[in-house]
């Protein structure tokens, strides 16, 4: 099972239009990172710790050098995530020129709620995201603001790597992730339904 997620995935502002990139920024997080529950733990490998509210697909396909049309039939499960970054060690990597491997992929990083059948949806091109800590709006965000849909990050992955049911996709967050301390209370939602509810230990 893979988890791979995709950088800088969101409009800035809702009628910012820019031209749809060749070139996606993806990274990947091992199997360790996959958490679900109650309670984040805050990694001790970082003093900086940030949270990245998004929308998660499973696979249920395999694909290789898929096309769009073929990725964005290949899932039919999603969750509400947090892909949590070590902002810390993400910025001592960029300044050395290296990947971003411990700054993404430490224990919990990949945080998620229960999986949820697609057809619970109406439209998954248009859902709001919301993040509170402390019972205070940190993060919104609608799918519709993203820069590449889910087909383009799927299809775009598996020109480079053969894709397996199960795999995980994380797709991006909307402005602007923001830094979580540990005693924060964290709650995520879709549209008006909590799906994420913890406590940052």
């Known amino acids: ?11 800035i502002a809702k009628n910012e239009r820019l031209k749809n990139p060749e070139d996606l920024m993806i990274f990947t997080k091992p199997e360790t990172s996959l958490a679900t529950g109650n309670t984040f733990q805050y990694p001790e490998c970082s003093k900086k710790v940030f949270y990245e509210l998004e929308i998660v697909l499973r696979l249920n396909k395999e694909l290789k050098n898929a096309n769009e049309t073929e990725a964005a ?9 947090v892909d949590w970054t070590a ?3 993400q910025l001592k990597a960029k300044d050395k020129g290296w990947p971003w491997v411990f700054a ?7 945080f998620l709620s229960g999986w949820m059948p697609v057809t619970d949806f109406n439209d998954l091109n248009n859902l709001n995201l919301t993040f509170k800590v402390n019972g205070e709006v940190r993060q919104q965000g609608n799918t519709n603001q993203m820069i590449a849909n889910y087909g383009k990050i799927i299809a775009y992955t598996s020109k480079f790597m053969t894709l397996h049911p199960g795999d995980i996709i994380m797709t991006g967050t909307p402005p602007a992730p923001g830094e979580i301390f540990r ?3 964290c709650e995520g939602f879709i ?4 799906y994420l509810d913890f406590d940052v230990v």
């Not at 039939?73 to 995530?81: K, Q």
């Not at 993404?104 to 990949?110: E, I, V, Y």
């Not at 549209?191 to 909590?194: H, N, P, T």
Request: aromatic share 10%; proline share 0%; net charge negative.
């Open 1 to 11: 099972m893979k988890i791979i997620g995709i950088g800088a995935n969101y409009y």
């Open 73 to 81: 039939n290949s899932f039919d499960e999603v969750a509400l995530g």
């Open 104 to 110: 993404k992929g430490f224990d919990q990083a990949a």
């Open 87 to 89: 902002k810390d060690l």
């Open 191 to 194: 549209d008006d339904q909590r």
């Open 183 to 185: 005693g924060d209370h």
